[in-house]
């Protein structure tokens, strides 16, 4: 089992940058696929970026191509989001999870963090 928790969410102005931290703890976090997701007020959960065990695959949703940056850590067991040209639309809930395949549903992801607010003011 991994253990999540998300931090580093905030208030921010539209065109600011916010790094959000997955903390992990637990069994094979280096053999996990770490993804983030997010939900934004009146909105699905929606899939937003993953990088793989060792680091070198990463996908991003259509949104927030060039500008987030998925990056893990596995000797600090740490996942990371970097977040850069924010905009209101980024305004969500911020969830870090942890798959043992590559996914970018969800469901297919067992363990979740408790979430991170990200506010994009305008």
């Known amino acids: 089992q991994v253990h999540v928790s998300e931090s580093g969410g905030g208030l921010v102005q539209v065109g600011d940058s916010l790094r959000l931290s997955c903390a992990a703890s637990g069994d094979t976090f280096t053999k996990r696929y770490m993804g983030w997701f997010r939900q934004a007020p009146g909105k699905e959960r929606e899939f937003v970026a993953l990088?793989?065990?060792?680091?070198?695959?990463?996908s991003y949703a259509d949104s927030v191509k060039g500008r987030f940056t998925v990056s893990r850590d596995n000797a600090k067991n740490t996942v990371y989001l970097q977040m850069n040209s924010l905009r209101p639309e980024d305004t969500a809930v911020y969830y870090c999870a942890a798959a043992n395949y590559y996914s970018k549903r969800g469901a297919d992801y067992g363990y979740w963090g408790q979430g991170t607010q990200v506010t994009v003011s305008s």
């Open positions: 990088i793989s065990s060792g680091g070198p695959t990463t």
